[in-house]
T-cell receptor, first 118, second 116 residues
Framework: AQKVTQAQTEISVVEKEDVTLDCVYE???????LFWYKQPPSGELVFLIR??????QNEISGRYSWNFQKSTSSFNFTITASQVVDSAVYFC???????????????FGKGTKLSVIP | KAGVTQTPRYLIKTRGQQVTLSCSPI?????VSWYQQTPGQGLQFLFE???????NKGNFPGRFSGRQFSNSRSEMNVSTLELGDSALYLC???????????????FGPGTRLTVT
C-alpha cells in the first residue's frame, strides 16, 4: 500500500526566511508520480509540481525548489525568502497506476500548515 | 481556460437526507475524480470517472456514488447522510488518458457539506 508522510504538522517562519517542507513516501512500484499542492485559506487545492519516479533532477521555479531523492524516498519542498502570501497548507501526494483500472489516484499526506509572519 | 467549477459551494443537510454535488471539469479534460477532506482523515479518494465510466473507487460505503455525463460533467451523490459525512468535497479534473502517465489533477473550490 502506498503511503505519504508529512511529519511537520505546522511550521511558522518570519517573512524572508527560507523554509523546507518534508515529504517521505512509501511505494512498491518502480513507476510512480509525486506531487505538491498548495491549499490557501480559500480551500482550493493549487497544483505546484509533478515529478515521475524516473526523473530525479531537482527543480527550481522562482522561489520554489524541490529535492527528489529516491534513495531516501523523499520529495522535499523549499520556499526561499518566504512571503506572507505563502501561508497555506501544503500537501504532498503520491500516485501509482492501477493497471487493472487504467487509472491513477492520488494518496495525500496529512499536510503541513505554513504560517509566514510579517 | 475556465477552471474546475463545483456547485453548490455550501450545503446544509439533515441526517438521513440525500445530497447531489456537481462538478464541471476543465474543457478537454475527460477524467474527473472526487475527494473528501475532513480534519481527522485528511484528503481521501472517493472515485474517478473517465468517459462516463467509473475507473477507480476508494474505500467508501455504497452510500457514496457518482456518475459522469457525455460532456464530462460529473455528479456525486450521498444517500442517507450521517453526521460524519460533513466535509469538504473536492472535485479534480485531468486529461486522464490511459497510457501509463499520471497527469496532474486540477481541483475545484469544493463543496462544503454540513450534516446536522
Amino acid at each position: 500500500a502506498q503511503k505519504v508522510t508529512q511529519a511537520q504538522t505546522e511550521i511558522s517562519v518570519v517573512e524572508k526566511e527560507d523554509v523546507t517542507l518534508d515529504c517521505v513516501y512509501e511505494t512498491r512500484d518502480t513507476t510512480y508520480y509525486l506531487f505538491w499542492y498548495k491549499q490557501p485559506p480559500s480551500g482550493e487545492l493549487v497544483f505546484l509540481i509533478r515529478r515521475n519516479s524516473f526523473d530525479e533532477q531537482n527543480e527550481i521555479s522562482g522561489r520554489y525548489s524541490w529535492n527528489f531523492q529516491k534513495s531516501t524516498s523523499s520529495f522535499n519542498f523549499t520556499i526561499t525568502a518566504s512571503q506572507v502570501v505563502d501561508s497555506a497548507v501544503y500537501f504532498c501526494a503520491l500516485s501509482e497506476a492501477d493497471r487493472r483500472a487504467g487509472s491513477y489516484q492520488l494518496t495525500f499526506g496529512k499536510g503541513t500548515k505554513l504560517s509566514v509572519i510579517p | 481556460k475556465a477552471g474546475v467549477t463545483q456547485t453548490p459551494r455550501y450545503l446544509i443537510k439533515t441526517r438521513g437526507q440525500q445530497v447531489t454535488l456537481s462538478c464541471s471539469p476543465i474543457s478537454g479534460h475527460r477524467s474527473v475524480s472526487w475527494y473528501q477532506q475532513t480534519p481527522g482523515q485528511g484528503l481521501q479518494f472517493l472515485f474517478e470517472y473517465f468517459s462516463e465510466t467509473q475507473r477507480n473507487k476508494g474505500n467508501f460505503p455504497g452510500r457514496f456514488s457518482g456518475r459522469q455525463f457525455s460532456n464530462s460533467r460529473s455528479e456525486m451523490n450521498v444517500s442517507t447522510l450521517e453526521l460524519g459525512d460533513s466535509a469538504l468535497y473536492l472535485c479534480a479534473s485531468s486529461l486522464g488518458v490511459p497510457g501509463g502517465i499520471s497527469y496532474e489533477q486540477y481541483f475545484g473550490p469544493g463543496t462544503r457539506l454540513t450534516v446536522t
